[in-house]
């Protein structure tokens, strides 16, 4: 396992991969939160970084299917993962390898943004006037969402040995699962029994009950088996071979 | 018995890719795996690595079974697919490194050279994968396959793209190999298998049509033994009959001609029989089956 998870971070930053996307996201997130108006921190009466956070997911629904379409894709593609599996190493080891490589990329990604943070922080009146412990379980929903949106992307890598098809299928299914539930919920005729429990299955609603600072045990539950959900799905896919 | 393989099937819908074949391969033993493409080979190969599970029957590596979930069993194979897959953007000792690193080797820098310095990677070791030629990435190939020192190989078309000399450098290397290890190796080169290999299976349609030494099976297909003859003069046709244990002949250029024979004492009687004509021989071979004439006949008789 061991093995895998230093290949995969290895080749994210041998390649331009690591830098592009984590480049991307940096810049994509200072133009929105500093430059543009519309969610320009410095235009808001609180010192606050909450626009990160409704951004942030944003980016993520296509910047990680974006990073992650290759992990089993290419690997099918070039039949490397047929020499993998004949080597002794279980294909649970392989997936975790793997995953944990996604998200050791999502923490470089994210560690960054505290400049941000860091920024608001001196800028508060007086400086240092911010909800500091909502801001780290903010950053903890947002990892957990990231996590999430990780193992979605190699659960559809594992599909599939086109990248594209797996990137339009990541993107679909974190598109569903971050927004998708919300809307349906919001139809006329689910409202007052089902639209609450509706709801409750997209990650929106529990991500936004992390935001505002409570960890709840029934949310990290949520993200636990949504996550592994997708990675039994994905051993599932990679064990059975026609 | 290293790899034992019995009455195993595997079948994809309703083909049946591999249809109850039995071999086995000893310690110290190269076996050539023989077949056109498509006959099942490369099936047969990915279940012995376990890869693949059988459908029917079941395989033996040094008397254990073989099984995906068997990890055990897994770091004792070395394996070389066909089109030998490589991560194209590592380098050369990174790719080893890594492989080192799943088979948990004690010294792997070690190793690694020395699997470098056998495979003849010298001066290509420090370059991207992806840079390589066609000959030094199956050297990668081949190294990969042997790194964590593995008792059986399985190499599939092992040496496809090497230049004349690199073939023979890796020819000496697998037969070094073949010493010690147990080697299933399959190729179309059939010259390969008169250069290699100790023992021939040949595999067509899922099933084996031959098994065994390459010259007792040319012995064996020939039904017999055929001479070729040149005499002084030309010999009458019906003249041929007085051989004794003559077969047949044919003429194959001027005063030249083929004679089958029942048994290997037919030099000996077209000799006699000249004697007694007053024929000179002026040159006289045993004509042995070639490998590809034993293959094309074996497969592509009409099922």
Known sequence: MRAIYVRELASYFSSMIAYITVGLLLAVLGLVLWVFPDFSLLLTPFAGIDALFEIAPLIFIFLIPAFTMRTFAEEKQAATLEVLLTRPVSAWQIIIGKFLATLSWLIIALVPTLIYVYSIYQLGSPPGNIDLGQIAASYFGLFLLGAVFCAIGILASAQTSNQIVAFVMAVFLCFILYYGFYFISRIGSFSGNLDAIIESLGIDYHYHSISRGVIDTRDLAYFICVIGLCLTWTWVSITKRK | MSISVSNLSKHFGPQKAVNDISFQVGKGEILGFLGPNGAGKTTT?????????????????????????????????????????????????EYLRYVARIYKLDHPWKRIDEVIGMTGLGIESHKLIRTLSKGYRQRVGLAQAILHNPDVLILDEATSGLDPNQLIEIRQLIRDLGKEKTILLSTHIMQEVQALCDRVVIINKGVIVADGNIHMLSQKLAGGVKVEVVFSRPVADPTFQEIKGYRSHEKSGENRYIISGETDAINETVFDFAVSKNLKILEMTTMRESVEHIFQQLTTKVS
């Open chain 2, 45 to 93: 190969m990915r279940m012995i690595t376990g890869y693949l599970a059988p459908d029917e029957g079941e395989i033996t590596i040094n008397g254990t079974i073989v099984s995906e979930d068997n990890l055990a069993i897994k770091a004792q194979i070395g394996y070389l697919p066909e089109n030998n897959p490589l991560y194209l953007d590592m380098y050369v000792r």
